[in-house]
């Protein structure tokens, strides 16, 4: 277990740590030269068991107050320490507000110099300290009463810590990523780079590859050593030295990065988040951000009312960090000198449009109260399809865990994007109503190809999905396919009689030679242009001959040979120009470009300048 202090200046925290463990958490030659914490110390108190208990000794001087929140990151247990003489001062009071906006549940009160006042003045800073902690919410906490000096108090405090320590149970994110802000980067000769922190989430093992955010590169746990003991395996909410090896030196890598399970995603720049407020927020105010060990600055954007409640913001980074879901920022003001608020982390991910509608802003309120994955999940379902891997990183899901998760649900998933049934059938319902436009604009058309359906169905959703739904229509006859072009059951169902017999005289000219003008062909057969018309049209529905432009038409078998050309330029070349498609075919550049434009529409290729790239090679 971890304890961090928290109080004002020299009031004795990193006295009473001594005390307590017999460790002098001072480091820096100017803390022993000032008698003052500086930066952040730490020191290890081995029990009887094996185990050990630590503590975190933050600066209790509101300069080094950045040091301090670096400190109680992932901490569930502060040491409140309040000097008898002094009584609640302003880094007491500071401290206090930052303890409860960073989210930590459990407090302990430690007066300290008892040897210097009275009975009566110890009971008076009792009250003090009970009233500060009942107002911010705490309940009434456990007080011990000592003093270094003497020895006074300590041997029940040591015994209340012990008993707490045996008490603790395996830490709620002990199954979820690894995750580890870095507070210390040092070297030591010939073992080579060590990172400390404490761990926040998951578990790591020697030999384990980790990513470091810093070098952005990966590493290999080459030795642990948790709670001040050389371990095998550590995890979650223990304080960790890592030795790490990899192309990485000390210069790459500073407090604020973080070792994680996997590599990240990508870093966020504008979040979503809701506030709990000690002072009143301005929009667009800028703020000191403080999250993990990490403190950049940015700006406030206010979505809602500052009456309402939960009073929902957007925050945008000056820097990005490396956030997920639930995270807890603590925001002060530019001048560095108040608390704000808390942040609390709801979406990473920030809409460019429609961020203060009615819907949104209750959908986000909603995410607010979410209290499990399986909560956060339901909420994000019904708008729509979900990558699995945004998902699982925003809510540091292990593969196992999401695999789990999703069998609770009813969903489709394909190729790591998920999405309701309820959403699938609104989505097949789409496909259905645009195949069905298609075919009353184009009704000289067999149908369209996938891609292409996909374009104008449902452009912003996955491919892998949309031509899974596709296909689970045409396994429900909803739609078929005829030489790879897509179409209603409805659509284009046969000749008639009469036209039968047109197209068999039609279909001898077309052997002869190709491509053929509607006006041209009825010159030929002798025939009404309106007749011939209607009969190309009707075969193109039934995929005889297709149109590449209006009235111009070509056997499907001419088209897919010029498909094949297409994909063989493609394969050499990795295009093909409409230069290389009249010098192939032998005829003019007009027609070239008119077969290859064809294409392009189809979505079989699609054009970049004088260039047609391949595009849906299973069209043809």
């Known amino acids: ?125 009792k009250q003090q300290i009970t009233t500060h902690l009942l107002n911010l919410g705490w309940s009434a906490p456990q007080i011990f009463v000592t003093s270094a000096s003497t020895g006074a108090g300590i041997a029940p405090l040591r015994d209340y810590l012990v008993t707490l320590h045996q008490q603790e149970q395996q830490h709620p994110q002990w199954h979820k990523r690894f995750r580890l802000a870095i507070d210390r980067v040092f070297s030591i000769k010939g073992a080579g780079l060590v990172v400390t922190g404490t761990a926040l989430a998951g578990q790591i093992a020697l030999g384990d590859t980790f990513w470091l955010t810093g070098a952005d590169k990966p590493v290999r746990i080459r030795a642990l050593h948790a709670q ?21 030196s000390k210069e790459t890598v500073s407090r604020g990065d973080w070792l994680l399970s996997q590599a990240p995603l990508y870093p966020s720049h504008k979040i979503l988040v809701s506030l709990t407020a000690d002072e009143p927020i301005k929009h667009w105010q800028p703020v000191h951000i403080h999250h993990g060990t990490r403190h950049i600055t940015g700006r406030i954007a206010l979505l809602n009312n500052t ?120 989505a097949k319902a789409k496909l259905l109503h645009t195949l069905e436009e298609y075919h009353q604009q184009h009704n000289d058309q067999m149908g369209v190809g996938r891609s292409r359906l996909k374009r104008m169905a449902l452009p912003t959703y996955h491919d892998e999905l949309v ?8 396994q429900e006859g909803a739609i078929k396919q005829t030489r790879g072009w897509l179409h209603l059951p409805t659509h284009g169902l046969a000749f008639t009689a009469e036209q039968e017999a047109l197209w068999q005289i039609a279909k001898n000219y077309f052997q002869q030679s190709e491509p053929w003008w509607v006006r041209d062909l009825a010159h030929e057969m002798k025939n009404d242009e309106k007749v011939i018309r209607g009969l190309l049209r009707k075969a193109a529905q039934l995929g005889l001959i297709i149109p590449i432009i209006a009235d ?6 001419s088209i897919e040979k ?41 979505g079989f290729t699609r054009r970049k300048k004088d260039l047609h790239i391949l595009r849906d090679k299973g069209l043809f």
């Open 552 to 557: 111009r038409y070509y056997t499907h078998d």
């Open 307 to 426: 009456d309402e409640t939960p009073l929902l913001a957007e925050l945008i980074l000056d820097e990005p960090l490396w956030l997920v879901d639930n995270d807890r920022l603590i925001l002060r003001d530019i001048s560095a000198q108040r608390t704000l608020a808390a942040a609390k982390v709801l979406c990473l991910h920030s809409p460019r449009r429609g961020k203060r509608q009615a819907e949104f802003l209750s959908w986000l309120s909603a995410l607010d109260k979410a209290n499990t994955v399986s909560d956060n999940l339901a909420l994000y379902l019904p708008k729509g399809e979900l990558l699995l891997t945004q998902f699982a990183w925003a809510q540091q899901l292990t593969e196992t865990a999401l695999d789990t998760l999703l069998t609770t649900f009813d969903v489709i998933s394909i190729s790591g994007v998920v999405i309701s049934k309820a959403n699938a059938e609104q």
């Open 562 to 602: 010029f498909a094949a050309i297409i994909v063989k330029y493609n394969e050499t070349n990795g295009s093909v120009t409409a230069a290389d498609f009249r010098d192939e075919l032998a005829v003019g550049r007009k027609l070239a470009v008119q077969i290859l434009e064809y294409f392009d529409r189809t």
């Open 228 to 248: 001040n003991q050389p371990v095998e395996q550590a995890g979650a909410g223990m304080r960790i030295a890592i030795n790490i090896s990899g192309d990485v």
């Open 1 to 125: 277990m971890i304890f961090a202090t928290a109080g004002h200046v020299d009031h004795g925290k990193t006295t009473l740590i001594q005390a307590i463990t017999g460790v002098d958490t001072t480091h820096l030659p100017e803390e022993k030269k000032r008698g003052m914490t500086i930066d952040l110390g730490y020191a290890y108190w081995p029990q009887t068991d094996g185990s050990v208990i630590g503590f975190v000794d933050v600066p209790g001087h509101e300069k080094f107050l950045s040091n301090m929140l670096a400190g109680i990151g992932g901490i569930s247990h502060a040491l409140l320490i309040v000097a008898c003489d002094d009584g609640v001062m302003a880094q007491t009071i500071e401290h206090t507000a930052i303890l409860r906006l960073a989210g930590c549940p459990n407090i302990t009160v430690i007066l300290t110099k008892a040897d210097r006042v009275e009975p009566p003045r110890i009971d008076e800073v």
């Open 467 to 474: 031509y899974h739904l596709i296909d689970q229509l045409r």
